[in-house]
């Protein structure tokens, strides 16, 4: 239901007052109330019962009626709002439009109510903007991957190559694909949704390598470009706080902290030079101070701490996992350790090699 069908009904319901005005001097007004409480048309029901005297002769009976029928119409909107916002959550959007416009004909005054819905059709529209543009960012990443096939088409047949169907049609969604970007990377910016507007900007590049150009793109391109700038100082700034602090002292946790910068530097784009001198000075004190805590356990071990030994390689293990020298160590402890313990299950008399000096 749109919301001009919404408008409607509350317009329509305003007319009742004529016809309620009228049912309000039945003689049995009090059975049609029943018959109207069955069928949920409490808004008609109310409507009557305002033009209701009170010299009428059931007068209590239809007041008691009226309390009633305000009780189920704040039930029934309580259950409402409650069941279509599960809807939403579930994506039943169509369930819970249906069960709006059922519901708001039998109350459509109620204002909690008449909120709900509108604010359902600004999460609905917000819903399907999403979904367009996901659909959106498919289509344009499909119209890049194949932009080289159909330009060689092109180059074949530079004459003729609007003959080919197939061309056409690309050439024709490549368009509106273009169009749909441009306005995502100027609204997108506007709003400082710049991780939005960069990928609207680097399909549009695949699709249009002239769109650099365009400057119906100019602001937002410049506004992305001052942000790739701050996030590139901050993220060398990051880099060297890390570096400071592994420079300082090969603690586990500055090797986990080195670890997982360094793995994280895939994600950040357009790393200048000096972002990956950086880098490459902290993968060589990380590589350092692995080697120095593998070295350091190892002399534990050869005095016959394997367990402590053990804890340090284990430690090292999610810093350094493909490292071949350390899995060697904790395999060959673990070896030990089993034959230790199963010589002492023998001969209990045997100290254990971890207690050893």
């Known amino acids: 239901m749109t919301l001009h069908r919404f408008f409607l009904i509350v317009a329509l319901s305003l007319s009742l007052g004529n016809c309620a005005y009228l049912h309000s001097f039945d003689a049995n007004l009090a059975e049609k109330i029943d018959q109207w409480i069955e069928e949920e048309k409490y808004h008609k029901a109310l409507k009557t019962l305002e033009h209701v005297k009170d010299n009428k002769a059931d007068y209590a009976l239809l007041m008691q009626k009226r309390e009633q029928i305000i009780k189920l119409a704040e039930k029934l909107e309580q259950k409402t709002i409650s069941r279509t916002n599960q809807l939403v959550r579930n ?171 360094l793995k994280a530097s895939s994600d950040f784009p357009s790393l200048d030079k000096e972002a990956m001198g950086l880098l490459d000075e902290l993968d060589r004190h990380l590589k350092a101070g692995i080697e120095q805590r593998m070295e350091s356990a190892r002399r534990l071990y050869s005095n016959g701490k394997i367990e402590h030994a053990l804890q340090i390689w284990e430690s090292l293990q999610t810093i350094a996992p493909d490292n071949q020298k350390l899995n060697g160590y904790i395999d060959r402890a673990h070896r030990v350790l089993k034959k230790l313990r199963q010589l002492q299950e023998k001969e209990p008399g045997i100290p254990s090699l971890q207690n050893q000096n």
């Open 91 to 261: 994506n039943e959007w169509h369930k819970a439009a249906q069960l709006y416009e059922k519901n708001l004909e039998k109350i459509p005054e109620h204002e909690k109510l008449r909120q709900s819905y509108a604010d359902f059709l600004e999460k609905r529209q917000a819903y399907l903007k999403d979904l367009e543009l996901r659909l959106l960012i498919k289509k344009s990443a499909w119209l890049g991957n194949n932009t080289v096939l159909y330009d060689k088409i092109k180059k074949a047949i530079p004459g003729n190559y609007q003959s080919v169907s197939g061309v056409r049609d690309y050439e024709h969604d490549r368009e509106q694909a273009l169009q749909a970007l441009i306005e995502c990377i100027r609204t997108s910016s506007s709003a400082n949704r710049l991780d939005l507007a960069k990928t609207c900007l680097s399909l549009a590049q695949r699709i249009d390598r002239d769109i650099q150009y365009d400057p119906r793109v100019a602001s937002a391109r410049k506004k992305i470009n001052q942000e790739k700038a701050a996030s590139l100082r901050q993220y060398k700034q990051k880099t060297t706080d890390i570096l400071s602090n592994l420079r300082q002292g090969y603690s586990l946790d500055n090797l986990q902290r080195s670890h997982d910068h």
